[in-house]
């Protein structure tokens, strides 16, 4: 079956522009979640969903971000206000249901603040 | 606090040779899962392993061997016979509810 499919694949934004990100989770899985990976680094943790629910949103970095899944599949992750410190890789990955289940992840969005 | 060190940032090999990526992890839960994900230079992250806290049995799968021992919070992961194909770079994460708790990551360069 398809597996998460994430895009843009790559997004470049001037300082102070608004984004937003789209994930469309493998069909069936109820968790949903988004990290973003620094370059050099591992992925961190931004947020969070169980089906439309935002359980966790403590790895948000500012209030600038903002994430939502209104129907429970494909959900979206904006940042408005763009900084530069914002560029990094963003990948989402889903959960068919519990923390026993393994995360499977998208290819990500890169973004470039300039 | 949970932590994941990967202490190898860069691992070169030649085709063929055996080489080894550790992984020490710090957790205060008992309960809790290990995993080890593959990021090729296309970017996405692909899931190779998961292991539970109670399952220290060692496992393999073809060229791939993982070693968890809690004695040492170590659960590191070999490739044999290493190839071309296998260049990427490695990661380790931790996990005891929903988050993954990822290390730095460990680049292996496999020349020909």
């Known amino acids: 079956g398809a597996g998460v499919s994430q895009s843009p694949r790559y997004k470049v934004a001037k300082r102070g522009q608004d984004v937003a990100l789209r994930c469309d989770p493998i069909?069936?899985?109820?968790?949903l979640f988004w990290y973003q990976q620094a370059l050099g680094q591992g992925p961190e943790f931004l947020t969070y969903f169980q089906n439309e629910a935002q359980l966790d949103k403590s790895g948000l970095p500012s209030d600038r971000f903002f994430a939502e899944r209104p129907e429970g599949s494909v959900s979206t992750l904006k940042i408005q206000r763009t900084q530069q410190e914002d560029s990094a890789v963003y990948l989402c990955a889903s959960r068919l249901a519990d923390y026993t289940d393994t995360q499977y992840f998208g290819p990500g969005t890169r973004l470039t603040v300039l | 606090a949970q932590k994941v060190t990967q202490a190898q940032t860069e691992i070169s090999v030649v085709e063929k040779e055996d080489v080894t990526l550790d992984c020490v992890y710090e957790t205060r839960d008992t309960t809790y899962y290990l995993f080890w994900y593959k990021q090729p230079p296309s970017g996405e992250l692909v899931f190779l392993i998961r292991r539970n806290s109670f399952d220290e049995q060692n496992e393999i799968s073809g060229r791939y061997s993982w070693n968890f021992q809690k004695s040492t919070s170590s659960f590191n992961f070999t490739i044999t016979a290493s190839q071309v194909v296998d260049s990427a770079v490695y990661f380790c994460a931790l996990s005891n509810t929903d988050k993954l708790i990822f290390g730095t990551g460990t680049r292996l360069q496999v020349f020909p």
């Open positions: 069909s069936g899985h109820v968790s």
